[in-house]
């Protein structure tokens, strides 16, 4: 079948390399830009980018695609039977989800209508959900709203994270999107009832509010890390929680309760064991204290 591939980070690479692999002819990828990254701000492509060269394949990296009429054109003229989306990170204009026959398919991460939106993952893990899954959808104008061909859930464990969500889910993707061109199975609209929106996340998402109860920041650090991070200040730096689990203890939010250390929140007491410094490697707990005591008592911000 030919095929565009249309996706970014290292959640859409499985996919792309599940459709080489099965002998689908990949006409084009399209990829966001290269961007600055490291210390040296070098122009560094994303993931799907570096892994389409890998493969041999073109590659078109177009900043912006809503109101480009030219590039409607050009991936008009790939005469594709179909176009699979995973997390690309541009919005299609109705010019390109119409063009291939078969429509553009998107791999989403929830299980739709559950979580429509940009940060799926990291929404299904903060709210508490037992489950989540992929859901193949053919696209439409809406925001994630289009009708649905394939899904397939998977727990989220009491102690999941989003690297291993994402990975789990990254695998039922490339799987699923396989099956979806194969077998072409007929598209079921979404249920009005339970549509639930995941925000994009930003940056002060991870400051750590330990007014609330712990059970929740437990969340927010397993849902938050590596990216934007979960973090509080003390003594005028930004410490970076990078793994914590709940645990028993009572005070005014945000004082040191030990040694561990154990900080108390809203209701009970959140145990953090792995930290870091800005500009310092990750430590686990006792072994940060030693070079940055949070002795009880200390209030944390």
Same mark, same amino acid.
């Given at each position: 079948?030919?095929?565009?591939?249309?996706?970014?980070?290292?959640?859409?690479?499985?996919?792309?390399?599940?459709?080489?692999?099965?002998?689908?002819?990949?006409?084009?990828?399209?990829?966001?830009?290269?961007?600055?990254?490291?210390?040296?701000?070098?122009?560094?492509?994303?993931?799907?980018?570096?892994?389409?060269?890998?493969?041999?394949?073109?590659?078109?990296? #177009?900043?912006? @695609?809503?109101? +480009?009429?030219?590039?409607?054109?050009?991936?008009? $003229? /790939?005469? &594709? %039977?179909?176009? !699979?989306?995973?997390?690309?990170?541009?919005?299609?204009?109705?010019?390109?989800?119409?063009?291939?026959?078969?429509?553009?398919?998107?791999?989403?991460?929830?299980?739709?209508?559950?979580?429509?939106?940009?940060?799926?993952?990291?929404?299904?893990?903060?709210?508490?959900?037992?489950?989540?899954?992929?859901?193949?959808?053919?696209?439409?104008?809406?925001?994630?709203?289009?009708?649905?061909?394939?899904?397939?859930?998977?727990?989220?464990?009491?102690?999941?994270?989003?690297?291993?969500?994402?990975?789990?889910?990254?695998?039922?993707?490339?799987?699923?999107?396989?099956?979806?061109?194969?077998?072409?199975?007929?598209?079921?609209?979404?249920?009005?009832?339970?549509?639930?929106?995941? #925000?994009?996340? @930003?940056?002060? +998402?991870?400051?750590?509010?330990?007014?609330?109860? $712990? /059970?929740? &920041? %437990?969340?927010? !650090?397993?849902?938050?890390?590596?990216?934007?991070?979960?973090?509080?200040?003390?003594?005028?730096?930004?410490?970076?929680?990078?793994?914590?689990?709940?645990?028993?203890?009572?005070?005014?939010?945000?004082?040191?309760?030990?040694?561990?250390?154990?900080?108390?929140?809203?209701?009970?007491?959140?145990?953090?064991?792995?930290?870091?410094?800005?500009?310092?490697?990750?430590?686990?707990?006792?072994?940060?204290?030693?070079?940055?005591?949070?002795?009880?008592?200390?209030?944390?911000?």
């Amino acid at each position: 079948m030919r095929l565009a591939f249309m996706g970014s980070p290292d959640f859409a690479v499985p996919a792309l390399h599940a459709l080489h692999a099965a002998g689908h002819e990949i006409a084009c990828v399209y990829a966001q830009p290269p961007r600055p990254a490291g210390r040296g701000q070098k122009e560094t492509p994303c993931p799907v980018h570096r892994a389409a060269l890998e493969l041999g394949l073109p590659v078109r990296t #177009p900043a912006r @695609v809503r109101r +480009d009429a030219a590039e409607h054109a050009a991936f008009a $003229a /790939l005469d &594709l %039977d179909a176009a !699979v989306v995973a997390a690309y990170g541009l919005i299609l204009p109705k010019p390109m989800l119409d063009a291939p026959r078969r429509g553009c398919l998107n791999i989403h991460a929830s299980l739709l209508p559950r979580w429509r939106g940009a940060g799926p993952i990291q929404a299904a893990i903060l709210a508490g959900d037992a489950e989540t899954g992929i859901t193949i959808m053919r696209m439409e104008e809406g925001l994630d709203t289009g009708p649905m061909l394939l899904r397939e859930a998977t727990p989220i464990g009491p102690r999941a994270t989003t690297p291993e969500i994402h990975d789990a889910l990254a695998g039922i993707g490339a799987r699923l999107i396989l099956r979806a061109l194969a077998e072409d199975p007929p598209a079921v609209p979404q249920p009005a009832a339970g549509v639930t929106h995941a #925000p994009k996340i @930003v940056k002060e +998402d991870g400051r750590l509010d330990w007014r609330a109860d $712990a /059970l929740s &920041l %437990d969340r927010r !650090v397993r849902a938050l890390n590596p990216w934007p991070g979960t973090f509080f200040l003390h003594g005028g730096e930004v410490i970076r929680v990078l793994a914590a689990e709940p645990a028993e203890g009572s005070g005014p939010p945000g004082t040191v309760l030990d040694g561990a250390p154990t900080v108390a929140c809203g209701q009970c007491a959140l145990r953090l064991l792995r930290l870091q410094r800005a500009g310092r490697a990750p430590l686990p707990a006792a072994e940060f204290l030693r070079g940055y005591p949070l002795p009880p008592g200390a209030v944390l911000g």
